[in-house]
């Protein structure tokens, strides 16, 4: 008996090499410095220890590492020797485009080089690495195939030359990414060529041609996988991950770093929620049928009976959005919708007669790509009539929000929105209790020194903590100005505040030999005070670049650093995550403390959960919100060991309110200098 216990016993779990080796390679005379004779970091080595031991332990860590700690370092090559040694997978999610594209292109080089230098860690550096991207990224050549085929009745004439564009350039495509092409494909003509849909499997594609199944191919492979917040948590709302119970958070036995933490509950609060436009409506009926084109599935696969049901759910989508727009937002773009029966439900009986059609249409085809197609689209159809239920009865009110608003670039799509009020139990259930490592690490976690906070908002109470300050000398290389003389931003002092602001802005930019970089919290602020100061930019010679006007916030990122003296106006999306090294970005300017405006359903609904509960919304919410992203934007400033600066803030709050002293106390260094316009000539006195 003895024997046959022993014989059939469970082989003992892989070693577990990270930690040792970590303290290995990030130790003072480890490889990264005697080897690749790379700056030792104390931080970075006590931050690759820490993760290295949560990866080992499958527990949770959230880590602060200040600007120049070397995160992505330290977190990568843990992570990588432990996904070797388990063979697991490590996902890495980011924020941002600019980060993604760095751990891709400059960080993973550079762990292999580190793994190739010493003989013991030589078999790591063979680790392989995906991008995971939505399929509506990629083409699929079976779908091409079959557009080509039924062109006819599927598109206009017109719309045929963008077809044989579209076959000609994935003949060399490398990757058939939507992103290759220039000009961007038509929307029309790329949703029914793309990976987005059950056309797309590995039962009806060919996986050595199909662009899609080739990129899922690498990803089973790969040790590391890079993926972005908003897909990530697009998919696990969505109810991807593994079994209840099982390990690993998005594929089975994976573990997760999430760099930009800091940006987690905002993310999961907008990818948690229900979106439903009239401009979705639109596109999903005529996808199935356009009346108007006489093109879109049932062309082909249905008869004038079924065409005549897509007909009825869209003059039905057109009248219930209309009567949303009417109800709701005529005097305001964002209404928060408190009662259900908001509008009568006119779409729920065209939308179960069209699923139906469509289930029955899909039964009588022979088992292929069509019938999936239709399977799929009946699905679509069933859930967009879900959805409207869950919205029109107020489903859940006690834990969700619920909102209509206009969105898109000329205001006229009406959205149906819902949000989580408390994202923290949806996240502690997707990540935290998963059974494996899940690291969330970021240069701003905390608020005034204390975690608690974000422990709070993504649930990880209890969670293992670390802060690792950065390593640079800001003391030798920060000013910090505050004016003290702009009004606060009362409908009273507008006016005179805006003038104070421009007056300050045009003065503290022109004179600063670098690039500057405008902070702003009001769009209508920004767009005023360019208009008065961008004549006197061109003038001057002086590159102004402005947010809004129709380029990505990355070529704008891109334009600064080339300009090397140029002024750049932002609002929210710039306060975090670009980096501008050098005198390119020589002054960072902040005009009002970040405060988000208590109006948004989303901040208006938890502002109220959490005074049911006795607590203070300022205090629990608004306050910590705005610190941390007051570090964020004051980090835009130095990002290399090298860099100087001026960080000159425009918000008199920050030295008259009590809170003014929270937001003090985040910046990287103790003291400032107060001026006013008065005395500004003898007070602010940038690097030269």
């Not at 949770?60 to 995160?71: H, Q, R, S």
């Not at 991008?131 to 509506?136: F, P, S």
């Not at 500057?516 to 920004?526: K, R």
Request: charged share 25%; aromatic share 6%; hydrophobic share 45%.
């Amino acid at each position: 008996m003895i024997g046959l216990e022993e014989e059939n016993a469970a082989p003992p779990p892989p070693a577990a090499h990270a930690p040792r080796l970590a303290a290995r390679i990030f130790a003072a005379d480890g490889v990264l410095a005697s080897v690749l004779k790379l700056e030792h970091r104390p931080q970075q080595e006590k931050m690759a220890r820490a993760v290295a031991t949560a990866m080992r332990d499958d527990a949770p860590l959230l880590f602060e590492a200040g600007t120049g700690v070397g995160k992505s370092l330290a977190y990568l090559l843990p992570g990588i020797i432990h996904a070797t040694d388990q063979s697991r997978q490590l996902i890495v999610s980011t924020h941002t485009i600019a980060l993604q594209e760095q751990v891709e292109q400059s960080d993973l080089p550079l762990c292999r080089r580190v793994l190739a230098a010493a003989p013991e860690l030589e078999p790591y550096a063979k680790f392989k690495s995906a991008v995971l991207r939505g399929k509506g990224n990629y083409l699929c050549p079976t779908r091409l195939a079959a557009a080509l085929r039924d062109k006819h009745e599927l598109f206009a004439t017109p719309e045929h030359s963008e077809l044989q564009r579209l076959a000609a350039w994935a003949e060399t495509s490398p990757e058939g990414l939507r992103s290759e092409l220039s000009p961007a494909p038509a929307p029309e003509v790329w949703e029914l060529v793309s990976a987005d849909s059950a056309g797309c499997s590995r039962k009806h594609c060919d996986g050595a041609k199909c662009f899609y199944q080739r990129a899922r191919a690498r990803l089973r492979g790969a040790q590391v996988v890079i993926v972005n917040h908003a897909l990530l948590f697009t998919l696990l709302g969505a109810g991807a991950g593994g079994a209840a119970g099982a390990r690993g958070v998005l594929f089975a036995d994976d573990f997760v770093v999430l760099d930009e933490a800091h940006t987690v509950p905002e993310v999961a609060t907008e990818h948690f929620g229900l979106r439903l436009s009239s401009y979705g409506a639109d596109r999903l009926l005529k996808h199935i049928y356009n009346p108007k084109t006489k093109r879109g599935l049932l062309a082909k696969l249905g008869d004038a009976a079924d065409r005549l049901l897509v007909a009825d759910a869209l003059e039905a989508a057109r009248q219930f959005f209309a009567a949303v727009d009417e109800r709701l937002l005529t005097k305001q773009d964002v209404v928060r919708v408190r009662e259900a029966g908001l509008v009568e439900p006119w779409l729920d009986e065209p939308l179960e007669a069209l699923q139906r059609a469509l289930k029955k249409r899909a039964d009588q085809l022979e088992d292929g790509r069509e019938r999936d197609e239709l399977q799929e689209q009946a699905g679509k159809v069933g859930a967009w009539k879900s959805g409207l239920r869950q919205f029109l009865t107020l489903a859940d009110p006690e834990a969700m929000v619920y909102w209509a608003e206009r969105t898109g670039r000329r205001q006229t799509i009406v959205t149906l929105r819902t949000a989580p009020i408390d994202v923290a139990p949806l996240l502690r259930e997707a990540l935290l209790r998963r059974k494996t490592a899940v690291v969330f690490t970021s240069a701003t976690l905390t608020a005034g020194g204390e975690m608690g906070a974000f422990q709070q908002r993504v649930g990880a109470e209890g969670a293992r903590t670390a802060v690792e300050a950065s390593p640079f000398d800001y003391e030798r290389n920060l000013r910090i100005f505050v004016a003290t003389d702009v009004p606060p931003p009362t409908a009273q002092g507008a006016r005179l505040a805006l003038e104070v602001l421009t007056d300050h802005i045009d003065y503290c930019t022109q004179r600063t030999a670098g690039g500057s970089l405008v902070l702003f919290t009001s769009y209508a602020d920004m767009r005023a005070i360019a208009a008065a100061l961008e004549p006197g930019y061109a003038a001057a010679g002086r590159p102004f670049f402005l947010q809004g006007a129709d380029v990505s916030r990355t070529e704008l990122t891109r334009r600064l650093r080339a300009a090397g003296n140029g002024v750049l106006f932002g609002t929210d999306s710039f306060w975090t995550g670009i980096d501008v090294p050098g005198d390119a970005l020589a002054q960072v300017i902040i005009t009002r403390l970040p405060f988000e405006m208590p109006n948004h359903p989303v901040l208006e609904a938890r502002a109220d959960w959490i005074r049911a509960q006795g607590g203070d919304a300022f205090a629990e919410l608004t306050l910590p919100d705005a610190l941390v992203k007051f570090r964020q934007g004051a980090g835009r400033l130095i990002r290399t060991a090298t860099d100087r600066g001026v960080l000159t803030i425009l918000d008199s709050r920050i030295v008259q309110k009590p809170y003014g002293k929270r937001f003090l106390d985040c910046l990287p260094k103790a003291g400032h200098t107060r001026m006013t316009r008065a005395d500004r000539p003898e007070k602010f006195s940038p690097f030269m």
